[in-house]
């Protein structure tokens, strides 16, 4: 009698830990099944990303093109300037006809690559430096210094520079020009020197 119940509890156990294994293992695969599909998952949305990034960096690549076209056309105006002295008149007028173009490109490609934008800007600023010779004409009065009727403060922070400044504003629809923002700050001598610190004026409406 108590071998038929020894034989029944082994028997009893055996099965028992049958059905426990039998149950693990469908949890596992069940559990393997749904990893499966959640990976399938992500590489099917990371690979759409990854095709989306493709896409947009070739209209990148092409915008980068256009614009460094414009920045080689503009570099070549600036190479014909003669090296002779050359008048205020003379500056002032390929100043005009340079800042001119760099609103053609702001307009167009606005956003795509503010390092070449702000390449070209500082062609102007190349072209301010030239050692000129004025010629003599009578003295006219100064005009007098325009003061904006509305305006915001920038502090200036690591890697700020006027013309990224300028750009940014322009970006969120309020019309300013480097020379707008040099003009409400006298105090700047050489917007290449403006220290992380400083407070300057933008000029939002004259």
Do not use: H
């Not at 890697?159 to 969120?172: G, K, P």
């Amino acid at each position: 009698m108590d071998c038929k119940i020894f034989i029944f509890a082994i028997y009893f156990c055996t099965v028992s830990v049958a059905t426990g294994l039998q149950a693990q293992d469908s949890n596992l695969k069940n559990t393997i099944f749904l990893l499966q599909q959640e990976t399938e998952e992500r590489y099917r949305k990371l690979r759409a990303e990854i095709d989306d990034a493709q896409t947009a960096n070739l209209s990148l690549m092409q915008r980068m093109q256009a614009l460094e076209k414009e920045n080689r056309s503009l570099r070549r105006e600036v190479a014909k300037i003669p090296k002779s002295p050359v008048s205020e008149s003379d500056l002032a007028k390929l100043s005009e006809a340079l800042i001119d173009r760099i609103k053609t490109v702001d307009k167009k490609r606005a956003g795509d690559n503010k390092a070449l934008v702000n390449q070209i800007k500082d062609l102007v600023t190349a072209v301010n430096k030239l050692n000129i010779k004025t010629v003599a004409t009578p003295l006219k009065p100064a005009k007098p210094r325009r003061v904006p009727k509305k305006i915001a403060e920038v502090t200036i922070e690591p890697n700020y520079t006027i013309s990224a400044i300028a750009e940014a504003y322009r970006l969120e629809g309020v019309n300013v020009s480097i020379g707008e923002i040099l003009e409400a700050n006298p105090q700047i001598t050489d917007p290449r020197k403006i220290k992380v610190g400083d407070v300057i004026i933008i000029p939002i409406e004259w």
